[in-house]
């Protein structure tokens, strides 16, 4: 047979539970209902900060700010409210216990959470020694040698052909350009007396007969 002892103190345990679970919903239901909204901010409350997390620990109520870092959601008197966000220290608001009004508005200003890691050495090599021996087996180049080969004559002259032009010597080119171009147009036309290959037209022509009369 069974100990009734221990029948009687699970259910003395029971009651007890539910006993206390009644007296906490009865305690919710009577608390108000208060609508907390407002905006977060940085350290400087100069941007808005999207994204913080917003809840009431064990109870499932909670919202996250928009993209203007406003929230609002409801909470009851007495609930403790926490705002996280990763990289930012975490804040803790209380709602007032009998409160007159059923609203509350916050600016909430969240400052960085600065984080000092511990130094870390890497190593390219499990161990000193092989780190060592690597290092003694490089096949080290002169420098120097490197760039006496990019400063050899043959080495700049083929750089300087493959260069493109500056600003400058395109610039230049261009107002050329446009000198010769006004020149053509607008200058003094030139003399055909002291041209040579005018004279030398002139004189094929006499031979040819072009200046014959034509009866």
């Known amino acids: 047979m069974k100990n009734p002892i221990l029948y009687l103190a699970a259910a003395f345990l029971s009651f007890?539970?539910?006993?206390?679970?009644?007296?906490?919903?009865?305690?919710?239901?009577?608390?108000?209902?208060?609508?907390?909204?407002?905006?977060?901010?940085?350290?400087?409350?100069?941007?808005?900060?999207?994204?913080?997390?917003?809840?009431v620990p064990k109870k499932g109520r909670g919202t996250s700010s928009g993209r203007y870092g406003y929230f609002s959601m409801p909470v009851l008197e007495g609930d403790s409210i926490i705002f996280s966000f990763i990289g930012l220290k975490r804040q803790t608001f209380k709602v007032p216990e009998n409160m007159e009004?059923?609203?509350?508005?916050?600016?909430?200003?969240?400052?960085?959470?600065?984080?000092?890691?511990?130094?870390i050495e890497v190593m390219p090599y499990p161990s000193e020694k092989e780190f060592k021996e690597a290092v003694l087996a490089l096949n080290v180049v002169d420098p120097m040698s490197i760039s006496r080969a990019n400063m050899s004559p043959e080495m700049l002259l083929r750089w300087a052909e493959q260069?493109?032009?500056?600003?400058?010597?395109?610039?230049?080119?261009?107002?050329?350009?446009?000198?010769?171009?006004?020149?053509?147009?607008?200058?003094?036309?030139p003399l055909r007396l002291l041209d040579p290959f005018a004279w030398g037209q002139f004189i094929r022509s006499i031979k040819r007969g072009d200046l014959r009369s034509r009866d």
């Open 16 to 55: 007890l539970l539910i006993n206390i679970g009644e007296v906490q919903a009865q305690t919710e239901i009577d608390k108000k209902v208060i609508q907390l909204s407002g905006i977060i901010l940085n350290a400087d409350s100069t941007d808005a900060v999207p994204g913080v997390n917003i809840y």
């Open 163 to 189: 260069m493109p032009a500056s600003g400058n010597e395109n610039f230049r080119t261009f107002q050329q350009g446009q000198m010769i171009q006004n020149q053509d147009l607008y200058g003094p036309r």
């Open 101 to 119: 009004s059923d609203k509350i508005s916050l600016i909430l200003t969240m400052e960085v959470d600065e984080i000092a890691l511990a130094e």
